[in-house]
């Protein structure tokens, strides 16, 4: 059964957790930022010592990837991440474990970025419910259109957990309304339609389509898909809320190594 977009928006009076503290944020600061790692890459001890330098560099909000063997929205820079993160042995349950370490020990929401797959495996309900049960906010998961996502998104509003949907350049007026019906805390604003980690031109162009995506929701908009250094960042403020950092900071850490993760953070601001 396809959820009545128009009914969810006239309930959804309660605000989340998740939008909540972004427009707190907001009054302290031009832009936030938001960034990704994929949890068991390079290593879950890693990834721990990723999360450390991130929050302690000023990063507001936290993507945690669950791998998957075929994330079809990322470019191969976080595939190739996913890959190695399976190979290493990487499990829900230990991306579900990992996710409660580190959501009790750092004071800034983390959610949970995946594909439907897992969800479907996992139990819609059941999911959710663990999310709630170790304090995590939301959830991205790109392949699970509202159309398909009935029981996910009943799970998600009884928690009061926020399903997080994305806009793209290519998503006409009508569907970008459609689509903020069913979303809350904020929408994900892809930059350019595609992959992750490829090129983006931050223009006129990127620019109107923010305004467009800033009518069709109250919600705080978050950017990504090719946001990399301290410039993009600086384009985006005025016209979102949130710049989302993913392939560049998993990049730093290929090249460099875990313990380059805070530096390169800090040089963003």
């Known amino acids: 059964m396809i959820p009545n977009g128009k009914n969810l928006l006239l309930e959804r009076q309660k605000i989340t957790m998740l939008e909540s503290y972004i427009k707190e944020q907001r009054k302290k600061k031009d832009i936030l930022l938001m960034t990704h790692i ?3 890459y390079p290593s879950f001890e ?7 330098q991130m929050v302690a560099a000023g990063v507001d909000l936290m993507e945690l990837q ?3 063997s075929e994330p079809m929205a990322d ?10 993160a399976l190979e290493k042995g990487s499990t829900v349950k230990k991306c579900f474990d990992f996710a409660q370490q580190v959501s009790k020990e750092f004071p800034i929401p983390f959610l949970f970025m995946s594909y439907a797959n897992i969800l479907f495996k996992y139990g819609i309900k059941k999911f959710s419910d663990h999310m709630a049960k170790i304090n995590l906010k939301g959830a991205i998961v790109p392949d699970l259109p509202p159309e398909e996502g009935a029981d996910y998104i009943k799970a998600m509003k009884k928690n009061n957990l926020s399903p997080i949907y994305i806009f793209s350049p290519e998503t006409s007026d009508k ?11 904020f929408v994900y604003c892809m930059a350019r339609k595609g992959v992750t ?11 109107l389509y923010l305004s467009r995506c800033r009518s069709a929701t109250h919600l705080p908009l978050a950017v990504g898909f090719g946001v990399k250094d301290k410039a993009d960042i600086a384009y985006l403020k005025g016209k979102a809320d949130i710049a989302v950092i993913g392939s560049q900071t998993i990049r730093i850490v290929e090249e460099k190594g875990a313990a380059a993760t ?3 953070i800090q040089r963003l601001f």
């Open 46 to 52: 890693e990834s721990y010592e990723i999360v450390r």
């Open 197 to 207: 980690g490829k090129q983006t031109a931050f223009s006129d162009d990127l620019s």
């Open 38 to 40: 994929v949890m068991g």
């Open 66 to 68: 669950i791998p998957f």
């Open 262 to 264: 805070g530096d390169f």
């Open 175 to 185: 569907r970008l309304e459609y689509l903020s019906c069913f979303a809350s805390g």
């Open 75 to 84: 470019g191969p820079v976080i595939l190739k991440a996913n890959q190695v």
